[in-house]
């Protein structure tokens, strides 16, 4: 009798899709399943859905199931509190509603935590004792994976290392308060920053990065303080933690050859000696929300 | 036969003394001696006298003899990289000379750190899962204790809060960076602040505070920036590591009525809702630097 390999499925809930994936602990994936989200979802729509993707699943066992969504929610009652991509969700028990149908552990934490779990156990360069993951996109996102464990915080607000102030009464983050480095240095806070001061609304990052390959002026000012502001934020996180890396992953990445160099000349200026080489700062390949989700369960 | 209860000593490197105290885990003290620092000692002298005190305990026995000492420190290597207050240290390896002549565990740790295992064992208000200590002084420093174990990160140098930049290509700091919160809030920050600002340079904190009691409006401008710059400061580590209670201690804390106020207040506004009253952020007794020591030994 040939031992089965143990599955785990993983959850993503993202912008744009709930997206799950049935793997192995290397990674290996068996199955992909994904549903499109609808932004008028609420609990009720939301929690079919979720119920109707795992059911494609039904004809493999699996050991446990992991889920990654935004916050804010909340990991001990198991429940989203709200949503800023499906705004009539309202603290949605997620975790009670899928454990009444599947017999199988559940795990449950955000998106951003998923990211840095996914990159510790799929990401050779990633294992070691203490990692910090960066997730830069729309937003500014953050895990630590401590000795293979995320670090949750209080009810997995953890790591909320976007809404660190880097420039007090600095400009306004759409958390509400001002000076966030979310705020500089995510598609968000820069696509706001460069509507501030020259009154134009770009339509996405690709288009901000396009106007600093132009050499375009305002846009160049913007990048240059975000940068800054981004260093800064990475050297408040090496000088607390000493992480032994701190991974950065996201679709801002893509443009990496735009800032990267110099957030690595700016740390070398800025960071502790006896932090410089200790505190490896990178860019990774961003790993799949829902194989981060899966890993929930190892 | 009556057991005799176990005895620690422990050993504070202050700016003015080495204080030794011979205390049991409960923080009752059996035995306290002190021998003045002279600016000028070297590695030798630094020795002769550690071991001249160490001396004067001899006639009770002790488990364990702790160390708390300013940074930069090397903790496994247990050696002092060098001292603000003793220029004349330099790679002095502390705990093998100790080691070559007791024959107890000995522990290191730089003061922050003793200073935050202090307030957690002797404080009753700190007996928390998630302990963060602020130590206002003539700097800024930071400890954190996490279900009863000091955070050291990397050689000891975690928590180093002091240094996180709130206002990035801010003030200068005496670590040689800009826009360190420690540049705006400790005793050193402000009385620097205020002579860039006035050209007068005050004796000390006190002198400071004589002024804003007197309302000058130089050091209010000073004071309310300060102020500001701290309360975000206290944002960033609440956003990050979500802990359960943070505790002011040192000097500066004496004049707690001038500040302590606007702080809370500012919280309330900046910290993200859900951690607002989760870590609670309160001003709380100074315990000796050489009682945390002693604790490392616990």
Same mark, same amino acid.
């Given at each position: ?48 859905? @979720? ?55 559940? !795990? ?25 993951? @960066? ?14 464990? @995320? ?82 934020? @990475?050297?408040?996180?090496? !000088? ?37 080489? !200790? ?20």
């Amino acid at each position: 009798m040939v031992s089965e390999v143990e599955k785990f499925l993983g959850i993503d809930v993202g912008g744009g899709s709930l997206k799950a994936s049935l793997i192995d602990k290397e990674g290996k994936v068996y199955q992909e399943e994904a549903i499109p989200t609808d932004r008028f979802w609420d609990n009720s729509m939301f929690l079919t859905n @979720i119920h109707f993707l795992i059911e494609k699943f039904q004809k493999t066992s699996f050991v446990s199931i992991g889920i990654g969504t935004p916050g804010p929610i909340d990991i001990p009652k198991g429940s989203i509190i709200r949503s800023a991509n499906l705004p009539n969700l309202s603290n949605l028990s997620l975790i009670d509603s899928i454990a009444s149908q599947y017999k199988v552990p559940i !795990h449950f934490n955000n998106d951003a935590n998923c990211a840095a779990l996914g990159s510790y156990f799929f990401n050779k360069d990633a294992k070691v004792e203490s990692l910090v993951v @960066i997730t830069l996109g729309t937003g500014y996102g953050c895990g630590w994976v401590l000795n293979g464990k @995320i670090f949750n915080g209080y009810l997995g607000n953890g790591m909320e290392a976007g809404h660190q102030t880097v420039i007090t009464n600095g400009a306004l983050c759409g958390c509400g308060q001002r000076g966030c480095v979310e705020a500089y240095f995510s598609t968000r806070g820069l696509l706001e920053r460069f509507r501030e001061k020259t009154n134009i609304s770009l339509s996405d990052g690709k288009a901000f990065f396009k106007l600093i390959e132009r050499k375009d002026e305002d846009a160049q000012d913007i990048l240059s303080l975000g940068i800054e502001a981004f260093s800064n934020s @990475i050297r408040n996180i090496i !000088h607390l933690l000493n992480p032994n890396k701190i991974i950065l992953v996201g679709g801002l990445t893509k443009s990496k050859d735009l800032f990267f160099d110099r957030v690595t000349s700016d740390l070398d200026q800025i960071v502790f000696p006896v932090l410089r080489s !200790h505190s490896k700062v990178i860019i990774g390949e961003s790993i799949a929300g829902s194989l981060g989700a899966a890993a929930l369960g190892f």
